[in-house]
């Protein structure tokens, strides 16, 4: 059973730094695609960051130089470093992959 479980969301100020991560289980993280999608109040669902298989990596304009993501295979998780956030930023973050998505962690960026 494919299960995703979001953390690390919180309340920070407009600067600060934040990491989220993605506890998976059910599957080999490290073998799929893996992206991170957030949702902002009163707005669609956008895509932030993917990782493949292969380790590549892709971000969103608004968020490259700022997020990184990255996993850690024997701990079959993955991370969304956030640095430099902004109150745009706010939103419910979500790991996913493929048609699983998780249930998502807030976070608030706000002064």
């Known amino acids: 059973q494919v299960q995703l479980v979001e953390s690390g969301g919180g309340l920070v100020q407009p600067g600060d730094s934040l990491t989220l991560s993605c506890a998976a289980s059910?599957?080999?993280?490290?073998?799929?695609?893996m992206s991170w999608y957030r949702q902002a109040p009163g707005k669609e669902r956008e895509w932030v960051a993917i990782?493949?298989?292969?380790?590549?990596?892709s971000y969103q304009d608004s968020v490259k130089g700022r997020f990184t993501i990255s996993r850690d295979n024997a701990k079959n998780t993955m991370y969304l470093q956030m640095n430099s956030l902004k109150p745009e930023d706010t939103a419910m973050y979500y790991c996913?992959?493929?048609?699983?998505w998780g249930q998502g962690t807030q976070v608030t960026v706000s002064s």
């Open positions: 059910g599957f080999t993280l490290s073998s799929n695609a």
């Open positions: 996913v992959r493929g048609a699983n």
């Open positions: 990782i493949n298989s292969r380790g590549s990596t």
